[in-house]
C-alpha cells in the first residue's frame, strides 16, 4: 500500500443543539464541532413542517435588485402611446 495515502484521524467532541456532546474520530483539524442541527430539531425527526412563502421569496428578490412591477407596466403603455 502507499505511504502517506489515508487521511489523519483525530478525536474531536461533537456538541449537538440539544447540548448533549459525545467524543468521535474525524478529519477535522479542530479538537470540537459544534452542530445547529440534530434530531431534537430537525423536521424530519420531528414532524414539524416548515411552509415556505414563495410570493415574499419573489418580492424580497425585485426589491434586492431594484426591480418593480409598476416598471414594467410603465414600459407598456409607453409602446401603446404611439
Known amino acids: 500500500m502507499k505511504n502517506d495515502l489515508h487521511p489523519e484521524y483525530n478525536l ?9 456532546t459525545f467524543e468521535t474520530r ?3 483539524s479542530q479538537e470540537e ?3 445547529d442541527v440534530d434530531s431534537t430539531n430537525h423536521p424530519f425527526y420531528t ?4 411552509f415556505v412563502d414563495t410570493a415574499g421569496r419573489v418580492e424580497k428578490f425585485n426589491r434586492r435588485y431594484g ?4 416598471d414594467d407596466e410603465d414600459e407598456g403603455d409607453e409602446e401603446t402611446e404611439e
Open 47 to 50: 414532524g414539524r413542517r416548515q
Open 67 to 70: 426591480l418593480n412591477q409598476d
Open 12 to 20: 474531536i467532541t461533537v456538541k449537538l443543539a440539544d447540548g448533549s
Open 26 to 28: 474525524s478529519t477535522l
Open 33 to 35: 464541532y459544534e452542530s
